[in-house]
């Protein structure tokens, strides 16, 4: 499903307009998007949490030449399902 599948569907669905389904959606990514980036997490209890973890700098090498390389340490996006989501996918 892609965003704009889900945007039809909302719509469709709760019975407003594509314009509000879209500006709904962004709404969420977009706050979903500045908490993270503010180091909070995004709980939605029964679906799931999103949440920046620290990934530690380490030791790579390049697919195409073999060489090594440093790769450093950033924060990463991470999404934990909740429990009625993983029951509902089993």
Do not use: C, W
């Not at 706050?31 to 995004?42: A, I």
């Amino acid at each position: 499903m892609t965003k704009h599948d889900l945007i039809e569907k909302m719509a469709d669905e709760v019975g407003i307009s594509k314009k509000k389904a879209n500006d709904a959606i962004n709404v969420f990514l977009d706050s979903t998007k500045n908490s993270l980036k503010n180091g909070e997490k995004v709980t939605l209890v029964g679906f799931g949490t999103f949440k920046v973890v620290k990934r530690a700098a380490r030791k790579g090498v390049n697919p195409a030449t073999g060489a090594k390389i440093n790769i450093s340490a950033r924060n990463v996006a991470k999404f934990k399902a909740g429990k009625k989501l993983k029951e509902a996918v089993r």
